[in-house]
Structure formats: C-alpha cells, structure tokens
C-alpha cells in the first residue's frame, strides 16, 4: 500500500511494541521501519524494466525478509539504538511484527507480493484493498496522533483503538467482497459466454464499490457494483477483447513474458497498429476519460508499449498515464460510490447496433481493418441484478 500507510502502520505497531521501554521514540522508530521493505526501489537505476517488475514486492517482502530481517533489525535496534531499554527479544519481536504487518497489508492488495522469493516468484493478493484506502488510513492516523497528544496511558488506548478499528475495517472488507462476488456470480451466470475464471477486488479508495473482472475465451468483461446500488439497479458489464493474436510475434520475448507473469495472464491489447502494441494489465482497474469517451482514451495504472518486430526488441518500455482532468475523473468515481451513473457510462442500444453495423462492415475488409475497429470500438452488455 502507499507510504503514509505504511509508515502510519509501522508507527502504531511499534509503539504497540516500545512504548513503555522508548516512550515516543516508538513512533519514530516504527514509522521509519514500516518504509524499509519498500525501499527496494533504491536499486531501481541499476535495473531495467523487466527487472524491476520481478524484483519489486520481491525478496523485501518475503516472509524470509520478515524473519531474517526482523532479527538482523532487532539486533541493531538492541547494539546501537537503545541499548539499555530495549531487550533483545523485545526489539526482535517488534521488528518482527512491523515487517510481517506491512507485508500483510500489501498481500490485500491485488499487486500482492511475492511471499516466497527468492525461491518462487508467485504472487500472492486478495484484493480486498485498493492501493490507497483512505479510511485504513485514517484510523491508524487518529490511534497515532491520540499516541503523540497524550502522554498517559490515554495515549496507548487510543492507538490500540486505531488499530482495532483498522481491523475491523480489514474484516468489513473481506466480508462485503464475498457479498460482491456473490452477486457478480449470480449475474455473470446469465450471460450466454464462457468463463474461465474471474476475481472481484476493490475500486479506487474504497471498499464501498467494487469491481469485477472475468475472462473469457477470446477476452474479458468487467462490471461494479456499488454497496450503494439500488436493488433495482442492472449490472452493466463491459467487454474487452484479449486480441492475443496481435502480440504474436513477440510473445516469446523477454519483455513480453514478464508482463504474463506479472499480470497473471489479465492482460489485453487495448490498441494497436502495423508495428507496436499497447498491452494492458486489467486487474489495477482503469481511469476513464472525464468525457467518457471510448476505452482507447481511458489511462490504466500498468500498461506497456510492444514493438512488434521481434528482431527489434527493446526492454519493456511501460506508458505513463497521462490523466486529464483528475478532479473531474475522481467526481465520477464519487458518483460511481454512491450507486449513480458515474465512471464507465453504459453503451445505449443505439450504439450497440452501430458498432456491430461497423464490425459487420469490417469483416470483408483487412484484418488489419477489423483489429483497429473492434480496439476503437467497446462492446457493452446489460443484464439485470437478480439479487
């Protein structure tokens, strides 16, 4: 998750831990440990793209980094920090706690980590957090803050508080995300497609709404649903082919391959031309554009640029988003949250006959033709809730 949360965890964690032995100190020396693991980004300028996809949420959030790290860290705490306060085992076991915390909380995320590296590179998440949970976040900043404020033992009270309530919280998200995935199932069911497998994790910055993503043979369809939906109100779900066949000729590349491994094969080309490809990865939702326009001119948090001349492969070359317009976007999403309209607009039927007047039209051209226009074109389907 973001560093303000992680620091805000580690901080609360470690006065948790030392806070009769350092007093205030704990905080500090929490917060600071909570950042270490993600420091692995130091090493990024001596790696390249592909790299730094394997080597992130890596072996700094293995549970073997937990253990060897939380004693190597513990013993330095103990030498060279607070020697006559701190003993040993105390200093091991709060380290210990603060490390294995920050991987925990990152494991609820759909990035996940990398739990048993160096020795497997599988990824593990829930998914039940986005990256930035503003609430997660605020609970421990109101345990740590009542830590600073009061001195007494009001002030260990209240972070035990901050931590319990972001634990509640952590629970309230796993149990509403089984109530999401229910009625995505139940809807998905409807459809007349075959699905091969599917996840449900949270929007962007909250656990109020939630998205779905489900694979197909030839590609994907997503939809949200909002804790705040009206029971009347359809799911809408929105496809996306995979156009696997346009990757073709550099899928057996370095490059290409650690974009498969990385995104769990959710992958798909959102556009493409006679010489490069732009893949995607779906599971880190989208940024639609504030106009609403076509999924072309949507933004996604990981996407790749993909030359398609195997002979002139490059290493991964990743495409920034490029978000106009942020305030707009994220009164959208607030739309979304409170069961409106907002975010992915449903595709009316008027559109839906247009576009497969277009592919219809397409067909007895090129294939190149018929690439570019289902890339410009999304196709929508609406079924109904039956919860």
């Given at each position: 998750?973001?560093?303000i949360?992680?620091?805000?965890?580690?901080?609360?964690?470690?006065?948790l831990?030392?806070?009769?032995?350092?007093?205030?100190?704990?905080?500090v020396?929490?917060?600071?440990?909570?950042?270490?693991?993600?420091?692995?980004?130091?090493?990024?300028?001596?790696l390249?793209?592909?790299?730094?996809?394997?080597?992130?949420?890596?072996?700094?959030?293995?549970?073997?980094?937990v253990?060897?790290?939380?004693?190597?860290?513990?013993?330095?705490?103990?030498?060279?920090c607070?020697?006559e306060?701190l003993?040993?085992?105390k200093?091991?076991?709060g380290a210990?706690?603060i490390y294995?915390?920050?991987?925990?909380?990152?494991?609820?995320?759909?990035?996940?980590?990398?739990?048993l590296?160096?020795?497997?590179?599988?990824?593990?998440?829930?998914?039940?957090f986005?990256?930035?949970?503003?609430?997660f976040?605020?609970?421990?900043?109101?345990?740590?803050?009542?830590a600073i404020?009061?001195?007494?033992?009001?002030?260990?009270?209240?972070?035990?508080?901050?931590?319990?309530?972001?634990?509640l919280?952590?629970?309230?998200s796993?149990?509403?995300?089984?109530?999401?995935?229910?009625k995505?199932?139940k809807?998905?069911?409807?459809?007349d497609?075959?699905?091969?497998?599917?996840?449900t994790?949270?929007?962007?910055?909250?656990?109020?709404?939630?998205?779905?993503?489900?694979?197909t043979?030839?590609?994907?369809?997503?939809?949200?649903?909002?804790?705040?939906?009206?029971?009347?109100?359809?799911?809408?779900f929105?496809?996306?082919?995979?156009?696997?066949?346009?990757?073709?000729?550099?899928?057996?590349?370095?490059?290409?391959?650690?974009?498969?491994?990385?995104s769990?094969?959710?992958w798909?080309?959102?556009?493409?031309d006679?010489?490069?490809a732009?893949?995607?990865?779906l599971r880190?939702?989208?940024?639609?554009?504030?106009?609403?326009?076509?999924?072309?001119?949507?933004?996604?948090?990981?996407?790749?640029?993909?030359?398609?001349?195997?002979k002139d492969?490059?290493?991964?070359?990743?495409?920034?988003?490029?978000?106009?317009?942020?305030?707009?976007?994220?009164?959208?999403l607030?739309q979304?949250?409170r069961?409106?309209?907002?975010?992915?607009?449903?595709?009316?039927?008027?559109?839906?006959?247009?576009?497969a007047?277009?592919?219809e039209e397409?067909?007895?051209?090129?294939?190149?033709t018929?690439?570019?226009?289902?890339?410009?074109i999304?196709?929508?389907?609406q079924?109904?809730?039956?919860?």
């Amino acid at each position: 998750m973001d560093s303000i949360t992680q620091a805000s965890l580690g901080a609360a964690v470690g006065h948790l831990c030392w806070n009769k032995e350092i007093g205030a100190k704990a905080l500090v020396a929490g917060a600071v440990l909570g950042t270490i693991p993600d420091l692995d980004i130091l090493v990024y300028p001596l790696l390249d793209q592909v790299q730094r996809l394997y080597w992130h949420r890596g072996e700094s959030h293995s549970i073997f980094f937990v253990l060897l790290g939380g004693l190597a860290t513990g013993l330095l705490l103990r030498r060279y920090c607070f020697r006559e306060k701190l003993h040993l085992q105390k200093a091991f076991l709060g380290a210990l706690l603060i490390y294995a915390t920050h991987i925990l909380i990152d494991l609820f995320t759909i990035y996940g980590t990398q739990l048993l590296a160096p020795f497997s590179r599988t990824g593990f998440g829930y998914g039940n957090f986005f990256i930035i949970d503003p609430l997660f976040t605020l609970a421990l900043l109101l345990g740590i803050t009542g830590a600073i404020v009061f001195k007494s033992d009001w002030g260990r009270r209240l972070n035990i508080a901050g931590l319990a309530i972001a634990s509640l919280y952590t629970i309230w998200s796993f149990s509403i995300q089984s109530v999401a995935d229910a009625k995505f199932n139940k809807s998905i069911a409807t459809l007349d497609v075959a699905i091969t497998r599917q996840i449900t994790t949270a929007a962007p910055f909250t656990t109020f709404l939630w998205r779905h993503l489900a694979e197909t043979p030839d590609g994907f369809v997503m939809a949200y649903w909002s804790v705040f939906d009206k029971p009347e109100k359809e799911i809408q779900f929105h496809y996306l082919p995979k156009q696997a066949n346009v990757i073709e000729p550099v899928k057996r590349g370095r490059s290409f391959q650690v974009v498969e491994w990385f995104s769990k094969g959710w992958w798909c080309v959102i556009e493409s031309d006679e010489h490069s490809a732009k893949v995607v990865d779906l599971r880190f939702t989208e940024i639609p554009a504030a106009t609403q326009g076509s999924h072309l001119y949507w933004n996604w948090p990981f996407a790749w640029k993909f030359n398609l001349d195997p002979k002139d492969e490059v290493s991964l070359k990743a495409v920034v988003p490029d978000v106009q317009e942020p305030l707009e976007i994220l009164h959208l999403l607030a739309q979304r949250i409170r069961g409106g309209d907002g975010w992915l607009t449903p595709i009316n039927r008027d559109q839906l006959a247009s576009s497969a007047q277009l592919e219809e039209e397409a067909s007895v051209s090129t294939t190149h033709t018929v690439k570019r226009l289902r890339n410009i074109i999304p196709i929508s389907l609406q079924i109904p809730n039956n919860s």
